[in-house]
Nanobody, 123 residues
Framework: QVQLVESGGGSVQAGGSLRLSCAAS????????MAWFRQAPGKEREGVAY???????GYADSVKGRFTISQDNAKNTLWLQMNSLKPEDTAMYYC?????????????????WGQGTQVTVSS
């Protein structure tokens, strides 16, 4: 009964910042991968960033240097700090989780998904 609930989305001007959160429940695995994805209308779902139980992170080239993925010490909250936002960052952002698998940013890897939170960046 894994449940992921995102929050923190909203509307911001280009160059601004937002911090997304993902609250996880029913997720007690000791080995895991958690990730953020995004999907704009008419576009493929895109992997944004991932983090392992060890704190190893990976980022899509499109957000490298601007976004930071992190988690709290209890491993029950996932964060995505988004800085220097661009209009092309506008999308629905999803939190995803997987366990017992290789960590990456391929959607097929993740069986658990949140409901999404909308991020809109205006120019």
């Amino acid at each position: 009964q894994v449940q992921l609930v995102e929050s923190g989305g909203g509307s911001v001007q280009a160059g601004g910042s937002l911090r997304l959160s993902c609250a996880a429940s029913g997720y007690t695995y000791t080995t895991y991968c958690m990730a953020w994805f995004r999907q704009a209308p008419g576009k493929e779902r895109e992997g944004v960033a991932y983090i392992t139980e060890y704190g190893t992170t990976g980022y899509a080239d499109s957000v490298k240097g601007r976004f930071t993925i992190s988690q709290d010490n209890a491993k029950n909250t996932l964060w995505l700090q988004m800085n220097s936002l661009k209009p092309e960052d506008t999308a629905m952002y999803y939190c995803a989780a997987a366990s017992g698998t290789v960590c990456n940013i391929q959607p097929q890897t993740f069986p658990y998904w949140g409901q999404g939170t909308q991020v809109t960046v205006s120019s």
